[in-house]
């Protein structure tokens, strides 16, 4: 760094850091079920910073170094092209250095919005994550990763449609298939109805059973770990494990019936596909 851009990272860097090293992975929940999955996940870094203000000029000079062809934009970050369609911003927010997906957290970390922490409605979760002598707190939502378990799930019970290259008539042995085929599609269209409303069941579920939470607490003798499970308010154990066990039991004995179907469905068309070809075989013979 001294060599390449004139920086001394135990001299101009290091004393502007509190120490404080933050992360966090987030997902637009709306988005990611609407489809766009590769624009729905995000991320974001933060050091703390001292005095953000005092150390902007700094920071802004080593950003700015043509060696990381870094683009400014004219609100102050930066602005690096991970891979087509992903960028990622850096610059000083308050009093923290951020690098994130999401232009909206310099705004929220320099303006002071209220942090996760501050916003959740369990005391004990929230008691957890804002122990000030902790020297690590991490925090993990349940509600969205039912969503990406489940959601990921779903693309596999795609729509099963009649070929369209199959005639509308034929021997009666392809007939017989084709018709039991069109039952199967029958079938299957509810099955895939009742799975969509358990997987949303599911994903509710998650909510229900709120968020993991801990903190690492290190002295002289140690690690110290505190935290747990924090289900969300008015929640009842005995209730939400009845609920789980019932819903995810269905689901995953619904998932089987309908990837059996699936595959019972191709074979029933590879039989009709067959009996057009001995048909044709017979024509051809005459």
Same mark, same amino acid.
């Given at each position: ?18 120490? /404080?090293? =933050? ?14 999955? $590769? ?46 369609? @992903? ?5 000083? *927010? ?12 310099? *705004?929220?970390?320099? #303006?002071?919005?209220? +942090? !996760? ?6 005391? =004990? ?6 122990? /000030?002598?902790? +020297? ?19 693309? $596999? ?22 018709? $039991? ?39 002289? @003798? ?30 995953? $004995? ?8 699936? !595959?019972?469905?191709? /074979? ?13 075989? #017979?024509?051809?013979?005459?």
């Amino acid at each position: 760094m001294r060599d390449a851009l004139g920086v001394d990272l135990d001299k101009d860097v290091f004393p502007l850091m509190t120490g /404080e090293l =933050g992360f966090a992975l987030f997902m637009d929940q709306d988005m990611f079920e609407q489809g766009q999955r $590769e624009k729905a996940f995000g991320g974001m870094a933060l050091l703390g910073l001292h005095d953000g203000a005092a150390a902007r000029p700094r920071i802004d000079k080593i950003l700015g170094n043509p060696a990381f062809r870094l683009k400014r934009n004219p609100k102050g970050y930066f602005t690096m092209q991970a891979f087509p369609g @992903f960028s990622i911003n850096l610059g000083v *927010a308050g009093n923290a250095l951020i690098a994130t997906t999401r232009v909206q957290d310099f *705004a929220d970390v320099g #303006g002071g919005v209220a +942090s !996760y922490a501050d916003r959740i409605d369990n005391p =004990g979760l929230s008691r957890v994550l804002t122990t /000030e002598d902790a +020297s690590m707190v991490g925090s993990f939502d349940l509600s969205q990763a039912a969503t990406v378990v489940y959601g990921f799930m779903s693309d $596999e019970e795609k729509v099963v449609e009649a070929p369209k290259d199959m005639p509308s008539t034929g021997p009666s042995d392809y007939r017989a298939s084709m018709d $039991e085929a069109a039952r199967l599609r029958t079938q299957m269209e509810a099955q895939r109805a009742e799975l969509a409303d358990l997987r949303a069941r599911v994903r509710d579920l998650g909510g229900r059973w709120g968020a993991l939470g801990a903190t690492a607490h290190v002295s002289d @003798f140690g690690v110290r770990m505190d935290g747990g499970a924090y289900l969300a308010a008015n929640e009842k154990l005995d209730v939400l494990i009845s609920d789980s066990v019932r819903w995810l039991s269905r689901l995953d $004995e619904l998932d089987d019936e309908y990837n059996e179907n699936r !595959y019972r469905h191709r /074979e029933l068309i590879r039989k009709a596909r067959k009996a057009l070809e001995r048909d044709e075989d #017979g024509e051809s013979a005459n």
